[in-house]
């Protein structure tokens, strides 16, 4: 007589009886114990029900419908990862990438690092492209969109002494204010001193670059007035950018 | 520290449509010259719009470029400007002004153009072509050999008072490039000014 399991006739005083093909059989010898089901009695339907009676509560009855503004203490959040990709600078020394999130002060980090510095990268000789293909994550919050974040690039290639690295240019870009995914293209400058000597070895073997140390300055307006600068290229930077609660405080950016 | 921002604590402030620009005054293409070139930008609106947290008195400059590869002048220069409104008429525009540095250490102005700022949300890459008065024979030939290209006597003829152009002859030089992102608050229960999905 064949036993049919799960009919009306063997439906609980059978249960013992009843295993999975694996558990069982030449294939079962050298499963671990954990993969081999214990017999609770929750193998069938009544005694799955009787089970998550006991673990789960019933929810609660409410009329209102959740309301998200209801929260306390809300603020506008957001989370930026990607990648700076490529550059066609024209050099044929290593070149290294260093890039540092700057913000205004209402904004608070998060998740992730504000600053991290690169591997050294050379061209193809017959190629124009440097490529870093350089990660970065970070999640930021803060209650007003003021002071937007920016990332700001370093490009630095190594000299003869060791520890010591030389300047080949800045470049500073925003991260985009829409959710999705944009790619942007960050020009490159070499600030360089006002004299007519280092005019003329721009002129004629490269801009020197002068060191300034803190990237807020970069960022920022002030003392630009001052400054002279030569253009030597561009940095392709891809974003990903996710967004919470900018409808909420009146936003809609997409 | 703000505890909650249900509907009752919000205060008539936060119902106010504001406007925030971000983003830099990329570069300068198309410019005939080898000299170093800066760029200065004048905000200019109407009456019921306010500039936040206080109004600016000097117009941004941004720093002197050098051409380099390509003969592009790099600017990058940050704007972060928020503006909160009351009507949609006299809505921002940029005043540019192109100055150009000389060897010697001379500035003279170089060309002009006006550009009005989008009102809707998403990113812009804004091309504000610009130009120069021309005056005699006499004035091109000083200002070839010696320096100080003619300039605009009245400036009202920019933006205030268009009837002045008729009487101004220009040539054209390069272009400035302004990469913006423009995000509104509280347009939708005013005005539906947004972009439309695609």
């Known amino acids: ?254 | 520290m703000i505890e909650s921002i249900r509907e009752i604590d919000k205060l008539p402030g936060d119902y106010k449509t504001e406007i925030h620009y971000i983003g830099q005054i990329l570069e300068g293409r198309g410019f005939d010259t080898d000299i170093g070139l800066q760029c200065e930008v004048q905000l200019e609106y109407g009456e019921s719009w306010m500039e936040l947290p206080q109004k600016s008195d000097t117009p941004m400059q941004t720093q002197t470029s050098y051409p380099g590869k390509d003969e592009i002048f790099v600017w990058c220069h940050p704007v972060d400007l928020h503006f909160a409104t009351d009507s949609i008429f006299g809505s921002p525009k940029l005043l540019i002004r192109v100055w150009r540095l000389d060897d010697l250490g001379r500035i003279d102005l170089f060309s002009y153009g006006v550009c009005s700022l989008p009102c809707t949300t998403g990113y812009f890459m804004l091309n504000c072509p610009t130009w120069r008065p021309i005056g005699n024979w006499r004035d091109e030939a000083m200002s070839f050999f010696v320096g100080g290209p003619p300039k605009l006597t009245n400036e009202d003829a920019l933006n205030k008072n268009l009837d002045l152009r008729k009487k101004v002859k220009t040539v054209s030089s390069g272009s400035v490039y302004i990469e913006l992102e423009v995000l509104l608050k509280n347009f939708e229960k005013h005005w539906t000014i947004s972009k439309p999905l695609s």
């Not at chain 1, 063997?10 to 010898?29: C, I, R, V």
């Not at chain 1, 069938?44 to 959740?66: C, M, N, V, W």
């Not at chain 1, 002071?147 to 690039?153: A, D, F, Q, T």
Request: hydrophobic residues 30%.
């Open chain 1, 1 to 254: 007589m064949s036993l049919l399991y799960g009919t009306r006739e063997n439906e609980d005083h059978q249960a013992k009886d009843f295993t999975y093909k694996a558990e069982t059989g030449p294939l079962a010898e050298g499963l671990p114990e954990d993969y081999k089901y214990p017999d609770d009695g929750g193998l069938t339907r009544k005694g799955f029900q009787r089970k998550s009676r006991l673990l789960e509560p019933p929810a609660p009855i409410s009329d209102e419908p959740y309301d998200p503004e209801s929260e306390l203490a809300s603020f506008l959040y957001m989370n930026i990862t990607g990648q700076i990709e490529t550059s066609n600078i024209i050099t044929t020394d290593l070149v290294q990438v260093k890039y540092t999130f700057i913000t205004g002060s209402e904004w608070d980090l998060i998740d992730g690092k504000k600053s991290q510095e690169s591997q050294f990268a050379k061209r193809i000789p017959g190629s124009n492209l440097v490529t870093w293909n350089m990660e970065f994550q970070v999640g930021y919050r803060s209650l007003s969109p003021e002071g937007w974040p920016v990332i700001v690039i370093e490009l630095r290639s190594p000299t003869r002494t060791p520890d010591v690295n030389q300047i080949k240019g800045y470049a500073c870009v925003h991260v985009p204010t829409f959710p999705g995914t944009t790619t942007k293209i960050a020009k490159i400058f070499c600030p360089v001193k006002d004299t007519w000597w280092s005019m003329m070895k721009a002129k004629l073997w490269g801009p020197q670059c002068e060191i300034i140390e803190d990237p807020q300055q970069i960022a920022d307006c002030e003392g630009r007035e001052v400054t002279s600068v030569f253009y030597s290229g561009q940095v392709n930077v891809t974003f990903n950018v996710t967004q919470r609660n900018f409808e909420r405080f009146g936003y809609k950016t997409f």
